[in-house]
Every structure is written in structure tokens, then in C-alpha cells.
């Protein structure tokens, strides 16, 4: 545009400007301001993409899981015993042995 501009400029004294270099430029805080604001929403907009992209992936994996453990219910046990493991590590935590309630249902009819 500038160079555009200066070729109309100089065209008629038979003068062709092949290169424009800027040195200095100023631009209002209302514009600097505005292109701000659009990169930071170009940024969010970026991180939002890549964060859904992740929850997709995450909720794949976790979907091939949940098909793998249905297929086994020995496979779900040890997963169960694998996280108590992990919990147990933990040097103050207290853990809670959930109990199916057709079990704890055999033993209230007695």
C-alpha cells in the first residue's frame, strides 16, 4: 500500500521504487490495544482447540479401557486392588472398602 502509494508519486519523474524499508513506526494505543486483544483471543481460541482435543483423546482411551475391563471381571478386581495400592502409598490417608449391596443384603435377611 505504501509502496503503492510512493510509485504513484515518483512515476512521473521516471523514478521505480523496488524496496521500502520501515525503520520507526507508531501506531495509537487504541490500535495496539485492539491488536491485543485480538492475538489474546487468538491464543484462547488455540488453547481451547488443542484442550477439546486432548478431552477426545482422553475420553478414547478411557473408553478402549472401560471395553478391555468388560471383558474380564478378574481384569476389573485387580484394577480395583491396583488402586488401593496406590492409595495405601500415601502416608495419611484412610481407606474405605466399598461393599456391594447384594452382598450386605445376604446378610440383613438372616
Excluded at 35 to 50: P, S
Excluded at 70 to 96: C, D, F, M, V, W
Aim: no cysteine; proline share 4%; aromatic share 4%.
Amino acid at each position: 500500500m505504501i509502496q503503492a502509494s510512493l510509485l504513484e508519486s515518483t512515476e512521473a519523474w521516471g523514478i521505480k521504487v523496488e524496496r521500502i524499508e520501515l525503520k520507526d513506526v507508531r501506531l495509537p494505543v487504541q490500535l495496539q490495544r485492539a491488536m491485543a486483544a485480538e492475538a489474546e483471543a487468538t491464543r484462547e481460541a488455540r488453547a481451547m482447540v488443542i484442550s477439546a482435543e486432548g478431552e477426545h483423546k482422553a475420553s478414547r482411551a478411557l473408553k478402549e479401557a472401560a471395553d478391555i475391563i468388560s471383558e474380564s471381571p478378574g481384569a476389573l478386581q485387580l484394577r480395583y486392588l491396583q488402586t488401593l495400592n496406590t492409595i495405601s502409598a500415601e502416608k495419611n490417608s484412610t481407606i474405605i472398602f466399598p461393599i456391594p449391596i447384594d452382598i450386605i443384603s445376604a446378610f440383613m435377611k438372616r
